[in-house]
């Protein structure tokens, strides 16, 4: 069995490397914490942070979609994968990712827009 410290140890790098602007150089170890240890989140996210960062929209989304599957409600997946959308000029695409992030900001929101239905 592989050792979770592992993909640990990779996604810090892979967050080192990103804070230091080597956005190139987080991926492979961003790549390899997933493959260590494909339930978490965190690393979908960096590396789809990464990905945006690099200019490669398509794979940007492809991550933040896999991180929003691992945790639907991660904030930081949501907003990213609508700037991902925004930048690819996809914004009507954009809208409703930032609309979910406004409802789990505020879930008051959604009761109240519960009560008015009919």
Do not use: C
């Amino acid at each position: 069995m592989l050792n979770p410290a592992f993909a640990d140890a990779h996604y810090k790098l892979g967050d080192t490397e990103g804070r230091l602007g080597k956005w190139d150089a987080a991926i492979p170890h961003l790549q390899k914490a997933i493959w260590l240890n494909p339930d978490q989140s965190g690393p979908y996210i960096l590396l789809g942070k990464a990905y945006l960062q690099s200019g490669d929209h398509s794979n940007a989304e492809a991550m933040l979609w896999r991180a929003i599957q691992v945790d639907p409600n991660s904030e930081a997946a949501l907003f990213l994968l609508g700037q991902t959308l925004v930048k690819s000029r996809r914004r009507l695409e954009a809208g409703p990712i930032f609309d979910r992030i406004k409802e789990l900001k505020h879930p008051a929101v959604r009761a109240a827009e519960a009560s008015v239905r009919p």
